[in-house]
């Protein structure tokens, strides 16, 4: 299967610019003629760190049907592969009254998948929520584990989904990784806009940019163990997709590091990663041989 992530700076709230950047992005790519699947950051256009309801309300889209939609059908058609990408969404479904918002509708933050012709295939509901989401959204009511068309079956969620729900579940509940074991998932893919550890002027320091950031991508492992202890097992084989967003909102530094791992009888091993700081769209071939050894005994 060949995988590609597109990393790259989206700045908040300018949604045509952005589209402008990743399509640039691409132009500049090899991206191969049987590319499967094409994976963008979560709310990969209108950016993610908005303060309030009020501010990310303007940059709300129909499910489905706004302009991420739009560009997630354009591209998917063009490149004849399988579109992901994450939006806010306003659902057509009110909240019932009497309610606290009685004139608003219901707001989630989803990523959008469709097929290499344009069908929607999946509207996923990000279902543990970040402080920043809670603001704003409400959450969806399950993590994905199903058929993607062409893809198979796949485990999918957007970032927070991955850490223990609200932080106060125990870090061993391990949710997100036992819904994929429990679906018998060997593909899975996480769409993120991961926060770095690091100040925002850390994350550009010459020699440091097209690193990746290694305690991210750790701790990003340490999520997976159930999924590692069990193909350690059983010597099946399991490809995670973890696509993350870089560069800066305000105050917030993204963690870049978007790549690809392989977890089989051997442990984790990694095709590539992009920098902390990499506008790049990353190309992965599953067929070909992991670069990587990342960890053989968790």
């Given at each position: 299967m060949k995988i590609a992530c597109l990393q790259f700076s989206a700045e908040l709230g300018l949604v045509e610019k952005n589209m402008r950047r990743?399509?640039?992005?691409?132009?500049?790519t090899n991206i191969p003629s049987n590319l499967d699947w094409l994976i963008l950051p979560e709310c990969a256009f209108t950016g993610y760190n908005f303060p309030s309801l009020d501010h990310i309300r303007p940059y709300l889209e129909p499910t489905a049907a706004g302009p991420t939609a739009q560009w997630a059908i354009r591209t998917a058609q063009r490149l004849h592969c399988h579109v992901t990408v994450g939006y806010p969404e306003r659902s057509s479904e009110p909240f019932s009254s009497p309610s606290p918002r009685p004139h608003e509708f219901r707001n989630y933050n989803a990523t959008l998948t469709v097929s290499p012709s344009g069908t929607v295939l999946l509207n996923y509901r990000k279902t543990f929520l970040y402080y920043t989401d809670e603001t704003w959204s409400l959450p969806g009511s399950a993590f994905y584990s199903g058929?993607?068309?062409n893809l198979g079956g796949v485990t999918h969620g957007i970032c927070m989904?991955?850490?223990?729900?609200?932080f106060l579940a125990p870090f061993t509940a391990y949710e997100f990784s036992n819904a994929a074991l429990a679906a018998r998932s060997p593909l899975i893919c996480v769409s993120m806009a991961w926060i770095s550890a690091l100040e925002p002027d850390e994350l550009d320091a010459e020699g440091t940019a097209r690193e990746p950031d290694f305690a991210t991508l750790s701790y990003w492992v340490q999520r997976f163990v159930p999924v590692v202890d069990r193909c350690k097992e059983s010597g099946a084989a399991v490809t995670i997709v973890l696509a993350n967003r870089c560069g800066r909102e305000?105050?917030?530094g993204y963690a870049g590091s978007s790549c690809v791992l392989r977890v089989d009888g051997e442990g984790v091993k990694m095709y590539?990663?992009?920098g902390r700081a990499e506008?790049?769209?990353l190309v992965v071939d599953t067929n070909m041989r992991p670069k990587f050894q990342l960890a053989t005994n968790i």
């Amino acid at each position: 299967m060949k995988i590609a992530c597109l990393q790259f700076s989206a700045e908040l709230g300018l949604v045509e610019k952005n589209m402008r950047r990743a399509d640039e992005i691409l132009s500049h790519t090899n991206i191969p003629s049987n590319l499967d699947w094409l994976i963008l950051p979560e709310c990969a256009f209108t950016g993610y760190n908005f303060p309030s309801l009020d501010h990310i309300r303007p940059y709300l889209e129909p499910t489905a049907a706004g302009p991420t939609a739009q560009w997630a059908i354009r591209t998917a058609q063009r490149l004849h592969c399988h579109v992901t990408v994450g939006y806010p969404e306003r659902s057509s479904e009110p909240f019932s009254s009497p309610s606290p918002r009685p004139h608003e509708f219901r707001n989630y933050n989803a990523t959008l998948t469709v097929s290499p012709s344009g069908t929607v295939l999946l509207n996923y509901r990000k279902t543990f929520l970040y402080y920043t989401d809670e603001t704003w959204s409400l959450p969806g009511s399950a993590f994905y584990s199903g058929s993607l068309g062409n893809l198979g079956g796949v485990t999918h969620g957007i970032c927070m989904d991955i850490n223990p729900h609200k932080f106060l579940a125990p870090f061993t509940a391990y949710e997100f990784s036992n819904a994929a074991l429990a679906a018998r998932s060997p593909l899975i893919c996480v769409s993120m806009a991961w926060i770095s550890a690091l100040e925002p002027d850390e994350l550009d320091a010459e020699g440091t940019a097209r690193e990746p950031d290694f305690a991210t991508l750790s701790y990003w492992v340490q999520r997976f163990v159930p999924v590692v202890d069990r193909c350690k097992e059983s010597g099946a084989a399991v490809t995670i997709v973890l696509a993350n967003r870089c560069g800066r909102e305000r105050e917030t530094g993204y963690a870049g590091s978007s790549c690809v791992l392989r977890v089989d009888g051997e442990g984790v091993k990694m095709y590539e990663a992009l920098g902390r700081a990499e506008e790049r769209c990353l190309v992965v071939d599953t067929n070909m041989r992991p670069k990587f050894q990342l960890a053989t005994n968790i």
